[in-house]
């Protein structure tokens, strides 16, 4: 699997767009981008997957340039709850392990 | 409801002892898996089952069994050859193996070996 690279920690305030940008610099052909949520004492849940250029559903958008050496997490006007480690996976569909840095600790203050 | 369920939440062990930690799973999913999470770290995997009878090692083995004689059931046995067993234990499954498909995790199991 391709190694991923996130910010140990951010802060935001409430109301406020948060971006959190994964590089994965040896990312292969077939490999998909995965984020994850986990809040503490709690599995982690997945909120987005993308391949290339955008990816939007109702929690977060996924921006993934041509080149695919990184991808950014956007999470549209943060609120207290949103506060949580953010996990980047990289990987193709033919592996089975999904490796869990140590993810992005997100801080939402109000 | 469909989900995926851990028990116990809590689990106090003396050390020495094998225990076994429960997880079952009411999605008709083909594929579980098992996680450990230490604090401030991300997960690890201990291993996975992709089928029923069948289960691969993951990055974390040694110290660990498991069984899939059941579709929805993969148990988690932590024995007494595990150096550090207290950690956070997750249990996940999804349709079937590989990263395209979303894995679900349970509520996951605290052990704390004394």
């Known amino acids: 699997l391709a190694k991923t690279t996130q910010p140990i920690s951010m802060d935001s305030y409430e109301g406020q767009e948060v971006n959190i940008t994964c590089s994965h610099n040896n990312i292969a052909t077939n490999d998909y981008i995965t984020w994850y949520q986990q809040f503490p004492s709690q599995g982690p849940r997945f909120i987005i997957q993308g391949y290339k250029t955008k990816v939007t559903n109702e929690v977060a958008s996924l921006f993934i340039p041509a080149d695919r050496k990184s991808s950014t997490l956007s999470l549209p006007r943060v609120s207290l709850s949103d506060t949580a480690v953010y996990y980047c996976l990289v990987g193709d569909n033919a592996g089975n392990m999904l490796t869990f840095g140590g993810g992005t600790r997100l801080m939402v203050k109000p | 409801d469909g989900g995926i369920t851990q028990s116990p939440k809590y689990l106090f062990r003396k050390e020495g002892q094998n225990v076994t930690l429960s997880c079952e799973q009411n999605?008709?999913?083909?594929?579980m898996y098992w996680y450990r999470q230490d604090p401030g770290q991300g997960l690890r995997l201990i291993y996975y089952?992709?089928?029923?009878?069948?289960?691969q090692k993951g990055d974390i083995a040694e110290g660990y069994s498991v069984s899939r004689e059941k579709k929805e059931s993969f148990p988690l046995t932590v024995t007494s050859a595990q150096k550090n067993p207290t950690a956070f234990y997750l249990c996940?499954?999804?349709?079937?193996?590989?990263?395209?498909?979303?894995?679900?995790f349970g509520p996951g199991t605290r052990l704390t070996v004394l």
């Open positions: 996940a499954s999804s349709i079937r193996g590989g990263m395209y498909n979303e894995q679900f």
């Open positions: 999605l008709n999913h083909d594929a």
């Open positions: 089952s992709q089928i029923v009878n069948d289960f």
